[in-house]
């Protein structure tokens, strides 16, 4: 064994992937535990195939997963990959175009027969055509050394094959000088009780390390050292589980049971997956017939007293816009949570868009205003799903939540916060000693007192017709009509209030101001961060609730030379913000399905900067 | 407990003045309804009555309950959240034969297959009312309408069908014109365990005047009505005289003297006379020479949804523990920064 040298990096970013039965996302996740174990900041993004089985061997059904780890801050999972392990000839073509120069590829050579060459729809083996160049190339035998590994456990030759993603796990681990020990006890408790394969895989494991340790192939390990991060108590989150723990707790801090109306969608449906989990929270799951059925139940329990929430993606949204009137018409705390997906119809179901913040805002017959919050990523989800409950509940108003596919599947480190320090959410009840006037408000927040069923002397009713100012009974008096449309908005308005400003980061003057919302934060964060350390010049906002719109951006939007604005969609933001406050604002762009690239966003500063001097 | 709660129907007239049409069937449901609410034993505050839009759909704001009106069809999604959010309430639906099989046919199937514990009350006018007199999903074929000047050319729905097939647990029907009959049923239906149906034909005397003429009219009513009754034989006519029979495939009529030859005769049974009988029954409402069959088609116990959800939670509870945030959140992988 010859001595090898280490390396100390900075930041790294690793894909795996295969095709969708090789294990890539398990690989990923473990490789992402053991990276936070150490104290990396991190953050992931999964991507497989929309469908179920794709065809093997294909690049339709390549799985990947992608992880950035550092010692300092990472706000996404990496424009592009420095390394790639593909398992396959699919997963490499798939993923080639976006890795770095010079980037190393880990191929599984096994896998480069004929046959897969042929389905991956290349015509030669680019181990040996020369299409590789400019990349530092290791070809690893993978599934024919995991077999050697395991020559004497117990298993079919299947069931041995099907561990070779430990195999290829167990090289990056050296190549980065992780520990084996996060993955080996994960090992142990998911197969308790089946030895061989705990034999099988543990083996795999280590195979591949010492294999990386002892053949001449690699010979440079890697260090990327601990992270400064806030101390604390840490778990990977992703999005979704976010917002499930925060919908839990607020109706916890609410006194309120949770209740889900909803109907499977990607890539919505882990928030009902999550939530069906925690009946002990006296959760309750309803998986409707479709779309209005979860949305009319969720808003039928918050009439009977409980945090009502429908979740889905785009599709859903559309169906669901007349019970979200009906909610705006009835004044109910409904929250609606859409996790966007590239649009319209069908459209990129598992890929992410900004697609729908004109729905969110517009999308529903008659002046509709309900509240629209964002999140801004998976570990972000938590406080963003709390804050729409609470507002909701406190506001008696239905509010729109806002993710994407982005954030819903990627994990971030998120720091585990204390119960205890969460604040309650205080709902005023209706006495029962006066007569109640259901659309009676609260002078400060416009907010009406909803009497829950059971309560005796407070029997009302209430619906989708115009009410009566005070009394809510039935009105289509035009003068009293012209008023509840005013004061409907007029509520939404004072929400900001009772929310934090977003934060201005810069100055509140200057050549370039950057305006954005929701899933680009990270991408958005990670490029700032970048220009304001080569001492540029650049404000940046970004915004939390888009409905209503914060109340100190008129203070300082229009003291820029630029508004720039970077949206996942054609500029649904920016329409919204000419027509707001009278701005130039332009727009950048790209409707990919991915996430924004932080190199693409330095270029655009870049340029415009150079315009303007 | 029911002895405690002394109600009236003044107790459950709300204030609203009440605005269907002179003459309408609605009226006699809304009476009936309001006769029967105070005996149920259940508090006034516990009711929550939902309705979907048309003219039934009025319904909740004459009553003085909790009530919601909803959007067009989809009543018995809410009120399937109202229940299951909070089973110690009652919860109605009153729809009519557009809102619940036209626009809303989808969630009322899967409301009978789930077996919640709500009491739908379907207003069968056989027309749309509201929009001022279109054919609707139970009309019958060739109905000249508005909007089908030559005709319909849709089949129309059987709601008992429907309901039936879909898994109801409680199937009845009724009609406007019978209060003591519709009050009873009505009762029956509120006092059953799981989702139960009633089918009210109800007379729109402004777009379809006598569309039950021939159940309702004092002359002709006993030729054409069976009143269904558990435990008896299908007998109707003017005194009685004909019996309905089965002959293994269907039913025929026969005279009611046939008790006395000695044969078996088909009796009644609410509580599970098989698919194939229940069926025919229901099928009775469309043909010329059968009577039309009023009365409970079926009363089955089984378990309900709502119940097995609590059960689930208490299940939960008991096995994992109150929910404690702390648990919740630190469950899985975690690590601490220094
Ligand atoms: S239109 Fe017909 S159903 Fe509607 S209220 Fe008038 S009579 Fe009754």
Redesign the pocket.
Known sequence: MSEKDVQELERVTICFAGDSGDGMQLTGSQFTNTTAGIGNDLNTLPDYPAEIRAPIGTTFGVSGFQIQFSSSNVHTPGDSPDVLVAMNPAALKVNLKQLVNNGIIIINTDSFQSRNLTLAGYASNPLEDGSLDGHQVFPVNITGLTREALNDVDLSLKEKDRCKNFFALGMTYWMYSRPLETTETWIGQKFKGKDALIEANTKALKAGYSYALSTEIFTTSYKVPKAEKQAGHYRNITGNQGIAFGLITAAKKAERELFLGSYPITPASDILHELAKHRNFGVKTFQAEDEIAGIGAALGAVYAGALGVTTTSGPGIALKSEFMGLAMMTELPLVIINIQRGGPSTGLPTKTEQSDLLQALYGRNGESPIPVIAAAGPADCFNAAFEAARIALQFTTPVILLSDGYIANGTEPWLIPDPGTIPDIVIKQPRTDEEYLPYKRDPERLSRLHALPGTPGLEHRIGGLEKQDVTGNISYDSDNHDKMVRIRADKVGRINRFVDDPELIGKDHGDLLILSWGSTYGPILAAVEKVQKQGREVSWCHLRWINPLPSNLSRFINNFKTVLIPEINLGQLSKVIRAEYLVDARGFNKVRGLPLKTSELLEEIDSILKGLN | MEKDIQLTKEDFTSDQETR??P????YSILAQMKKVLPTLGIPKENFVFVSGIG??SRFPYYLDTYGIHGIHGRAPVIASGVKLARPDLKVFVITGDGDGLSIGGNHLIHLFRRNIDITIIL?N?Q?Y??TKGQYSPTSEKGKVTKSSPFGSLENPFNPVQMALASGATFVARSIDRDPKHLAETLARAAKHKGTAFVEVY???????DGAFISLTDPKEKKKHLLKMEHDKPFVFGEKDEHLLAWTGKKFAVASSDMKENGREILKHNENGSGPAVEFMLASLSHGPELPTPIGIFRSIEMETYDEMLTQQVEHAKEKKGEGDLKKLFTGGYTWTNN
């Open positions: 269907w049409c003459g309408c069937g609605d003219c039934s207003f006018n027309i009312g509201l109800q007379n729109c005397n402004i777009f379809n």
